[in-house]
């Protein structure tokens, strides 16, 4: 039936009858997704899982949805059913192919983390990244937060049993003892937590557009990295250069973004058969770590491989 059968017949369960045909569209990797065409209302973006993962992910990322808004003054679509099936949002544009929109999104981004600074890390619930769920429990340390609830959760994860040698995760081990050395200790502040290009549309206005939220009170640099490490459009180029203006970067922040993306090269890998080289840039960027003595924090040739998402 592919993707439009089983979405069709979830919008019907939810008693939303007037669908004339869903178009499939494709962008995610997680979830199925498609346009409704409806009869007497508006299309709408509907989104579900081939099977339903557990839990309430649709729920939560409504939830993340509405806090980027509320919070953070980010413009995301209007949430019309959140439910156990689907979620079902209002349409929003394509991006636009310019730099202008770009710099008026590094603005929105830094608003969205200068004005959402939290005095713990977490959120008041768990969400999803993906098919898999975001461990989220409060913490007081940052370094202590990203070691445990970001990067070496995954390690139990089959897929990534599989992929990473014993010398591997013993290296991700030793740097999450060396993560307050090897990154600047920052406050915490509401991110969206998967953010890629992907997840990045447009208002009819021309304002940028956040989906596919994964939330929590967490390092600005987790959103940050997933953009700069995952071939952002060539028109994005100005939007880091305004960002690391707006909220004073320091000159190294480059060098961390390599560290900081372990978390998302490691839902990747726990997720999809084929990671699309998340795995050997993990083990790139674990190498200085193999042996105890760590001089800086590894440099890892950055925008090689496709922008990766879990949406």
């Keep these: 039936m592919g993707t439009a059968g089983p979405l069709a017949e979830r919008l019907a369960r939810a008693g939303i009858h007037d669908v004339v045909t869903v178009v499939p569209v494709s962008g995610g990797l997680a979830a199925i997704a498609g346009i409704a065409r409806r009869v007497d209302a508006p299309s709408v973006f509907v989104k579900g899982f081939a099977d339903t993962p557990g839990g309430d992910p649709f729920a939560a990322e409504a939830e993340g949805l509405a806090a980027l808004r509320e919070l953070g003054g ?51 619930r768990d969400n999803w990244l993906g098919r898999r769920r975001q461990v989220n429990t409060w913490a007081d340390d940052g370094f202590g937060f990203f070691a445990e609830r970001r990067l070496l959760r995954w390690l139990t994860e089959p897929r990534v049993e599989a992929a990473l040698e014993p010398a591997d995760r013993a290296a991700l081990e030793r740097l999450c003892t060396r993560l307050p050395e090897l990154l600047p200790e920052r406050p915490a502040c509401l991110t969206h937590g998967d953010l890629w290009a992907q997840n990045v549309l447009a208002t009819t206005d021309g304002r940028a557009a956040l989906i596919d939220p994964a939330v929590s009170y967490m390092w600005a640099e987790v959103d940050l990295a997933h953009l700069w490490t995952t071939a952002p459009p060539p028109e994005s180029w100005r939007f880091f250069d305004v960002y690391a203006e707006l909220t004073g970067l320091d000159d190294d922040w480059r ?57």
């Design 74 to 124: 980010v413009p995301t679509p209007e949430v019309i059913l959140a439910d156990q099936e689907l979620l079902v949002l209002s349409l929003l544009e394509p991006r636009p192919a310019d730099e202008d929109f770009w710099e008026r999104f590094a603005h929105a981004l830094a608003h969205l983390h200068t004005s959402t600074v939290h005095p713990r890390f977490g959120w008041h």
């Design 255 to 311: 060098a961390r973004m390599p560290i900081i993306q372990l978390r998302q090269h490691l839902a990747v890998v726990a997720q999809f058969d084929d990671d699309w080289g998340a795995a050997a840039t993990i083990r790139a960027t674990l190498a200085p770590f193999r042996s105890r003595p760590v001089v800086q924090a590894p440099v890892v040739q950055l925008h090689q491989r496709p922008g990766v998402g879990t949406d």
